[in-house]
Structures are given as C-alpha cells and as structure tokens.
C-alpha cells in the first residue's frame, strides 16, 4: 500500500532522497516512519514524523544527517539522506499508522505501523 522510491548507488559523503506514497487508495496515515536493514541485520528504525510535520525522531546513527518531511497536499514523506556512509547501506522502507500515538518508544517501533512499502535499496560504496 506504499511505494518507496529514490533508492540507488552513491559514494561515501554523496546525497540521496527517498519518497513514499501511497499505491492505490488515497490514504494519509498519520504517523509516517523510515525502516531500514542492513544484509545481515535486523530490521531498525531511522526516522518518524507525525501528521503536522511538528515532531520528528531519529535514530541515533543518523541524527544531523537525515531529515525526514511529509508534504500532506501531495501525500508523500521524504527521506533527505546527507553525508552517506558505508554503514548506510541497506534496503529502506516507509511505513504508516494511523493511530494517533506519537512518541518516539511508539514510532520507532515497528509492531505499531499497519501500513509498509516494498523497501527501495540504499548502497553506498566507493
């Protein structure tokens, strides 16, 4: 039900930006979030917004680099990736609630999302 784009091969330092949107029905959910994992790893939380676009959380390995924004007009949310490293490297995937919760314990949460895309991979390589 989410379509997750933007994904692709940079170097280390480079820039990327991810989109998500709904595929099919128009729906906003209200809590939008960005997942990541890593080959080998489990799946990890990276970013989270709430409807306004007021609040956000962040992991800790990617504060001050991501940014995370959601345009309700067009019903998408991003994912600004700056100063891409190798340890970024990973299939990322958007998710929705619609539950109106919104704190960080419950957004970085994977169990509290009903809605995810079909992950866009990140590589970042030199």
């Known amino acids: 039900q989410l379509q997750a784009s933007g994904g692709g091969l940079v170097q280390p330092g480079d820039s990327l930006r991810l989109s998500c949107a709904p595929s099919?029905?128009?729906?906003?959910?209200?809590?939008m979030g960005w997942f990541r994992r890593a080959p080998g790893k489990e799946r990890e939380f990276v970013a989270c917004i709430n409807w306004s676009g007021s609040t956000t959380y962040y992991a800790e390995s990617v504060k001050g680099r991501f940014t995370i924004s959601r345009d309700n007009t067009k019903n998408t949310v991003s994912l600004q990736m700056n100063s891409l490293k190798s340890e970024d490297t990973a299939v990322y995937f958007c998710?929705?609630?619609?539950?109106?919760?919104?704190?960080?314990?419950?957004?970085?949460?994977?169990?509290?999302?009903?809605?995810w895309g079909q992950g866009t991979q990140v590589t970042v390589s030199s």
């Open positions: 998710a929705g609630a619609s539950s109106t919760v919104f704190s960080f314990n419950y957004c970085r949460d994977s169990g509290s999302y009903h809605y």
């Open positions: 099919g029905r128009t729906f906003s959910p209200y809590l």
